[in-house]
């Protein structure tokens, strides 16, 4: 068990639907990472929020957003759901974001299909 | 060109083989190489990290970076069952602030050992 922990665990949803996904970090860790898992594109990052701030962008599409909240906890907002948006979805967390090296420790994800 | 590129296998072993996982990069900013195994339906969890060039073991595991190559090596002695996983390899720049913690990973593979 990383100590992170995320929520739902199953999301079953319709095409153009918005679903909200929660991610409680470890407690003590300030930085939150988001990734999405699909068969055909392997783990690719989504977003990086550090201590309630935006840090890092990756390949996260328009029409997802994400917050990180004053208690640490941070949730990504899927809207206007498409069949290929189907995935899982890890958070990861890690100490800090002012030295060389961050161990990200990772969630168990949430399954997202989108019907 | 993937950033990370891995061989998807899978790759079936019998019990106690020595096991090759290989991985080649393309970013030569990349200075943090990462080893995750991942089990069905879990998260990733880090299984050893290396800086730059080199070598470094943990039990029956070593991992290689050789930066001129740009090649990242997991090896696996006396492979056991419990090993069955996919393992990832996923490398980062490094370095306070930015996206410098973001990791890109490789597809991953598929590993099973057969008792």
């Known amino acids: 068990d990383s100590g992170v922990t995320q929520t739902p665990k199953h999301l079953i949803t319709a095409t153009g639907q918005r679903v909200t996904l929660r991610c409680s970090p470890r407690?003590?860790?300030?930085?939150v990472y988001w990734y999405q898992q699909s068969l055909d594109q392997g783990l690719q990052f989504l977003i990086q929020?550090?201590?309630?701030?935006?840090?890092a962008k990756g390949n996260i599409l328009e029409r997802f957003s994400a917050q990180q909240f004053p208690d640490l906890h941070s949730e990504l907002n899927l809207s206007s759901l498409e069949l290929g948006d189907s995935a899982l979805y890890f958070c990861?967390?890690?100490?800090?974001?002012?030295?060389?090296?961050?161990?990200?420790?990772f969630g168990p994800g949430t399954r997202l299909t989108v019907l | 060109q993937k950033e990370v590129e891995q061989d998807p296998g899978p790759l079936s072993v019998p019990e106690g083989a020595i096991v090759s996982l290989n991985c080649t990069y393309s970013?030569?900013?990349?200075?943090?190489f990462m080893w995750y195994r991942q089990y069905s339906r879990k998260g990733p969890e880090l299984l050893m990290y290396?800086?730059?060039?080199g070598n470094k073991e943990d039990g029956r595991f070593t991992a290689q970076v050789d930066k001129s190559s740009k090649y990242i090596s997991l090896f696996i002695r006396d492979s056991q069952p419990s090993d069955s996983a996919t393992y990832l390899c996923?490398?980062?720049?490094?370095?306070?602030?930015?996206?410098?913690?973001?990791?890109?990973f490789g597809k991953g593979t598929l590993l099973t050992v057969n008792p």
């Open positions: 996923a490398s980062s720049r490094g370095g306070s602030g930015g996206s410098n913690y973001k990791l890109t």
């Open positions: 990861a967390s890690s100490p800090r974001a002012d030295s060389s090296y961050n161990e990200q420790f």
């Open positions: 970013n030569s900013a990349f200075q943090y």
């Open positions: 929020y550090y201590n309630g701030e935006e840090r």
């Open positions: 407690s003590g860790d300030l930085s």
């Open positions: 290396t800086y730059s060039s």
